[in-house]
């Protein structure tokens, strides 16, 4: 069997359309925020003695857990999946916003939307965050457009995937709203992480997975930008 190869002349990838995307990942970096939760919780240490005899006390514990991502929409707000902050918000934790550059800061809800998931996050104090740019003509997405996610998988940081839209306007009957499919790749903490087209601008905001192993599959969904902003506007004008 004999593996026919391009010639040495022809490159494999363009270097050009290589280029453009590395220029859209770095203008698109600070408008993604990972998202953690600081937990408390009450655990056992062993300390020792002057005399060297070691015992066992309770003490507070604290830790950062990786929660999800988010997307900012104006400068300091940020948008996400409620079930990204569900725990933090029924068990009143301490929410932590962490940008490309690795600062953190403390984050508050202002307000949700259930049925959509979706929730606005405020940053306490000024944080380095970019608002994205907004497809605005969302109608006329076509399947085949390429795409890109990114987001906080698994809690390791900053990560992009590329791919296409696979189909638009799918619907579920436990879910409001239709979605964009895609098979970017996603993996849990995404979720409320940014979906942008080959410009650089955000078309949605991930949202699920639809998966027998819990990991990607290729059935990747994101709410529509469109969507997002209305209960965006919806809930910082209340």
Known sequence: LMIRRPPRSTPLYSSAASDVYKRQLERTSPSVVNIWTIKKWKGWQEQSNKFGFKKWRQVVK???FPNGSGVVIQENLIVTN??????AFNQN?????ENHRGET???QILGFDLEAD??????????SLKPFKIRKNIDEIDVGESVIAIGNPQGLGQSFSKGIVSAINRTFKDKK?????????INP???GGALIDDRGRLIGMINF???TSGGNQGLNFAIPVDTVIEVFNTITKE
């Open 62 to 64: 604290t830790g950062f």
């Open 82 to 87: 409620f079930h990204v902050i569900r725990d």
């Open 93 to 97: 934790q301490e929410l932590l916003l």
């Open 105 to 107: 800061e403390v984050a």
């Open 118 to 127: 979706i929730a606005v996050l405020g940053v306490i104090k000024s944080l």
């Open 177 to 185: 709203g239709n979605f964009i499919q895609t098979d970017a790749s």
């Open 189 to 191: 903490g995404n979720s």
């Open 209 to 211: 997975i639809e998966s």
